[in-house]
């Protein structure tokens, strides 16, 4: 996926059709969200990149998946969890499903974790919170709707 974000200059004209439909939900949101909502704007756009930022870390990740990295000191390698949990459960069915199940715990973890760092001083109510996790989502989903 971040293959399709690293290629994006080959292709400006659709990579700049798939920005503005991915954009097009966001916008219509931030309109609804935007009417309740007047006196938080900058809470909202703030909230909406940094669920962006929780999909970059994603997409990150699985860009380095199973890659070495040389550092003057030391190197990193990002494990391929899928290989280890199946030599621990025996299936390849089962493994593949746990680690569908953890990456999407993660995803969802990094979602809240930004909204709650972005916003936790301006929460007036439960609605507040429903709502700008749902903004954070849009963020999340806007970066991966490019990417796919």
Aim: with cysteine; net charge negative.
């Amino acid at each position: 996926m971040i293959h399709t974000l690293l290629q994006a200059g080959q292709y400006p004209l659709q990579f700049a059709i798939c920005i503005l439909l991915a954009f097009i939900p966001a916008v219509a949101w931030f309109f609804i969200f935007g009417k309740r909502h007047k006196h938080k704007m900058f809470h909202v756009g703030l909230t909406f990149v940094a669920g962006m930022a929780a999909g970059g870390v994603i997409l990150m990740y699985q860009y380095f998946w199973g890659q070495k990295i040389e550092a003057v000191f030391f190197s990193i390698e990002f494990e391929n969890f899928r290989s280890n949990i199946e030599a621990s459960v025996g299936s390849a069915v089962l493994a593949a499903f746990l680690v569908f199940l953890s990456i999407g715990f993660l995803e969802e973890f990094l979602k809240h974790w930004m909204v709650k760092k972005a916003d936790h001083r301006i929460f007036e109510s439960v609605d507040d919170v429903i709502e700008f996790s749902i903004i954070g989502a849009l963020g999340f989903a806007f970066l991966e709707n490019i990417a796919y």
